[in-house]
């Protein structure tokens, strides 16, 4: 890949930390980085702007962060103002050959993730 087939993506930083999360909910933020190709300061900023638009709340355990995704609030683009976060998952999840975790059944669940903050 040249550097022209580097301007764009199909996929934001955004939604890839999104689905990290959600395949693997105990993730630490350097497992996510890497998987995302991003740094963890990266990953870190973007949990806050998530945090931020109400995508995933953020409490403290002890040394530890757990994050509830919003499954049901739908994605911040007009074009896909019907779509919501649980549909990107599940199709993510449908995409990778059974990679991805699949997310809760019922509509009110939410998905529960742990991360070591780093230091």
């Known amino acids: 890949m040249d550097n022209q087939d580097r301007r764009w993506t199909f996929l ?3 939604a890839r930390v999104l689905l990290a999360i959600a395949q693997a909910p105990d993730a630490r933020l350097r497992t996510i980085a ?3 190709l991003i740094t963890e300061r990266g ?3 973007i949990i806050a702007d998530l945090e931020k638009a109400g995508y995933l709340q953020r409490q403290r355990t002890g ?4 994050y509830t995704l919003n499954l049901d609030r739908p994605l911040r683009h007009s ?3 019907g779509v919501t976060l649980r549909a990107l998952v599940d199709f993510a999840g449908d995409h990778t050959n ?3 975790a699949q997310p809760p059944s019922t509509a009110s669940a939410p998905v529960t993730v742990s991360n070591t903050r780093s230091t």
């Open 43 to 45: 990953v870190q900023a």
């Open 98 to 100: 059974g990679e991805a």
């Open 63 to 66: 040394r530890r962060n757990q």
């Open 12 to 14: 934001t930083n955004h």
């Open 34 to 36: 890497a998987a995302c």
């Open 79 to 81: 074009a896909e103002s």
